[in-house]
């Protein structure tokens, strides 16, 4: 098999019964969202994979993922605040909880420095779509176009917005830090703008040659600088879930097969990511069409898929890993025209 399988692990897949249930069915690579993840999680799926490797004469890697500059909205009253379509609301830095009729708290101070007046303004991973209509010494004032209804913690998607503190935030250095000291074969740094973001990682690598940088490809604005971001990466990943939101959403299978090829002309790997089986969450079965989608990334010339909630908190991770590596298996031999009969 040419392409490689990614597994996140989660409260779902982290023993060692169900690792290495996931590596014995295909699994490449394992990833640790550090979004979420703890130090003492990460040093136990280390070991174990270590363990592994040298029982089974494999070479299982880690990718540490990053948690990068993510934006959200504060705390919001229990059962959300519906924001209504063609009303205008005030978002404002704040660690103070909502009152009720007043400003939306956002946990970001820059935010109010970058953001231009009728510039899109995404919440609830899109759903809520708002366009900013003024910004005045510390409040962004913004109305809804598409409203629904906003609760706590939300991520905020800005996708014409250069944030000048993007790339790497003070939790992802001490991670960072963390993680090469116990051992990574790969990082993933989130929310890529520029190729500053990857070289100001690189730097901070430093002697640590065989540690590779994986560039999530996630915000529009990355979209301007692909080729130079691609140059300065060792694989970049298409991480369909923010993507899809930062473009316009008919345009992001046109994207994909892009950012693809452009990895390709550099020759470097290109990983899908984001809701590759989503249903397989709570389903022992695909969608037809997430089995289409597979498939043609597969013929698109993806190096590797990767699997996020699937196999983190999915109650079939290892039934998802399973199919995914059968739908891989069966386009190669097609690609390779070893069995093309209908």
């Not at 906003?150 to 935030?169: A, E, F, Y």
């Not at 993507?243 to 452009?262: A, S, W």
């Not at 699997?307 to 908190?313: C, G, I, K, M, N």
Request: proline fraction near 4%; include cysteine; charged fraction near 25%.
């Amino acid at each position: 098999m040419n392409t490689k399988i990614i597994a996140t692990i989660g409260p779902k897949s982290e023993s060692p019964e169900k690792l290495t249930e996931l590596l014995n069915a295909g699994v490449d690579i394992i990833r640790v969202n550090f979004s979420h993840a703890s130090y003492d999680q990460y040093k136990r799926i280390r070991k174990f994979i270590l363990e592994f490797n040298l029982a089974h004469a494999r070479n299982v890697a880690i990718l540490l993922d990053l948690q990068g500059p993510r934006i959200r909205v504060g705390k919001m009253p229990e059962g959300g605040v519906l924001l209504e379509e063609g009303k205008i609301y005030d978002f404002i830095f704040s660690l103070e909880p909502y009152k009720r009729g007043g400003v939306i708290p956002i946990d970001n101070k820059d935010l109010v420095l970058d953001i231009k007046k009728d510039q899109p303004l995404f919440l609830c991973n899109g759903e809520i779509e708002l366009v900013v209509s003024s910004v005045k010494g510390k409040t962004i004032s913004a109305k809804v176009i598409h409203g629904g209804l906003l609760t706590s913690n939300k991520g905020i998607n800005v996708p014409d917005t250069n944030m000048r503190k993007g790339g790497l935030t003070p939790k992802d250095i001490k991670d960072l830090k963390f993680g090469l000291k116990v051992g990574a074969e790969y990082i993933g740094l989130s929310f890529v703008q520029t190729p500053a973001d990857v070289l100001k990682l690189r730097k901070l690598i430093g002697k640590n040659k065989n540690v590779k940088i994986v560039s999530k490809i996630e915000r529009a604005i990355a979209l301007k600088n692909i080729d130079k971001i691609i140059v300065v990466s060792d694989m970049i990943m298409i991480a369909r879930g923010d993507l899809g939101i930062e473009t316009p959403i008919e345009e992001l299978p046109i994207v994909q097969k892009n950012l693809i090829r452009h990895a390709h002309w550099h020759k470097t790997p290109a990983i899908i990511a984001t809701q590759v089986m989503t249903s397989m969450i709570k389903n022992q079965s695909p969608t037809r069409a997430e089995i289409s989608d597979i498939a043609n990334a597969v013929l698109d010339g993806a190096d590797i898929v990767m699997l996020s909630d699937e196999t983190a908190v999915g109650d079939y991770a290892l039934a998802a890993v399973k199919m995914l590596k059968k739908v891989i298996d069966r386009t190669e031999q097609y690609i390779n025209k070893t069995c093309i009969n209908f």
